[in-house]
């Protein structure tokens, strides 16, 4: 949403399966993503959600609609200058892996941290052979900070909302891991015109919790909706129980943080967004 604001194309991004969508709104822009969703196909069958698989045949169905309005050209035009945007893998490990035995039974975090990265680097590989050119990736956010990831592994949840350290240092090995993969990638592949950047969302998240009172949040351990302890998704909705200033909280839920908080991530990663979007 802040990116599109941010350049003056649109307020925000409407999901490409809404049916009311004019041909102007599919060419200035849409989104694939499910909420709940993951790299591993796994994680979208215990949320309910729209895998990736599916969300890129979504894309394919995407371009033949332009195509069919505009153009073959002019589609290809659009696609190869259109900034492609993944955010994903939270689920992954959070719903899936660490709640769930399936997956521990098979891999360790580390093979599991590599088994993701290879379906990252699949679907990667999957939107460069469908023309995307410039593509930004979110790292995994500091986990054990979540509302819902100490509530479920504190030993007092109640009176001990400090983050799980174990959860953060499976982000921060992750995240490496990917950096070290997209920058891999994005020389391979730079003489054919691709522009791929990692957007750092675990340091300006860390630093929000820690240094709270810089940023002026009041609380950082629980979600403005309900008892903020594991209410995400449609656990808070019109009937729920909300707090009397968002913007105090870094979190909104469970899970997802506040506005605020995601204008500040947003703002911490602009000088990415404005190297992708510069013109050559």
């Known amino acids: 949403m802040w990116a599109v604001s941010y350049v003056g194309i649109k307020e925000y991004v409407p999901p490409y399966l809404d049916p009311n969508l004019t041909i102007k709104e599919l060419i200035s822009g849409v989104s694939f993503a499910s909420a709940g969703s993951g790299y591993d196909p796994l994680t979208p069958e215990i949320t309910s959600v729209v895998s990736i698989p599916q969300q890129v045949e979504y894309f394919r169905e995407y371009k033949e609609r332009v195509k069919a309005a505009i153009g073959k050209k002019n589609m290809e035009n659009i696609i190869n200058k259109s900034l492609f945007l993944v955010s994903c893998g939270t689920n992954d490990f959070v719903v ?128 403005c909706c309900g008892s903020g302890y594991l209410e995400a998704g449609f656990l808070c909705n019109p009937g729920s129980f909300v707090c009397l200033d968002a913007s105090k909280y870094v979190f909104f839920d469970s899970i997802h943080p506040t506005e605020k908080t995601y204008t500040k991530l947003f703002l911490a990663n602009r000088h990415v967004l404005d190297s992708l979007i510069q013109e050559e």
């Open 96 to 223: 899936n892996y660490f709640t769930l035995p399936i997956r521990r039974k098979n891999f360790s975090v580390s093979a599991y941290q590599q088994f993701i990265l290879q379906n990252v680097k699949q679907l990667l590989q999957e939107l460069w052979d469908e023309g995307a050119r410039t593509i930004a990736v979110t790292g995994l956010p500091p986990m054990g900070c979540l509302p819902a990831v100490i509530t479920l592994n504190s030993e007092n949840a109640v009176l001990d909302r400090g983050c799980i350290q174990k959860f953060n240092q499976v982000a921060i090995e992750y995240n490496q891991v990917l950096q070290n993969e997209l920058n891999s990638m994005r020389r391979r592949l730079a003489h054919l015109g691709a522009k791929i950047d990692y957007i750092d969302i675990y340091t300006p998240l860390a630093d929000m919790i820690q240094g709270h009172g810089k940023h002026e949040f009041y609380e950082v351990s629980q979600g």
